[in-house]
């Protein structure tokens, strides 16, 4: 398991990305989350981190009728999430590297 303070800045990043691709509501990018290896992130998780990248306006939110209950908010990137995306994946690049360096990943 990835300490937690480590995972929600790699979070933000991974949830912007998911974002970036389609209009979608929370419990979406859970699963999608969940889809490629995020198995223990709880919507718990998830939700204040999109209340974070909404204040932050990387990310706009509006309020759809759903066929299955009640409203659902979709969110939607903004060209300054898409700026952000571009900065969390250079920098997520040369971590990896310098982290694969240190530990001779490949070797």
Known sequence: MIP???LKG?????????ISSKEIYGYEIS??????GFSDISEGTIYPLLL??????????????????PKRKYFSI?????????????NWQELNHAVNQLFHVGE
């Open 4 to 6: 937690s303070q480590m």
């Open 10 to 18: 790699i979070l933000e990043g991974c949830i912007l990305k998911i």
């Open 31 to 36: 699963q999608q989350l969940q889809k490629y």
């Open 52 to 69: 974070r990248l909404e204040k932050n306006n990387l990310i706009t939110a509006k309020y759809r009728e759903s066929a299955l209950g």
């Open 78 to 90: 903004t060209p300054a999430g898409e700026k952000e995306l571009e900065a969390f994946v250079n």
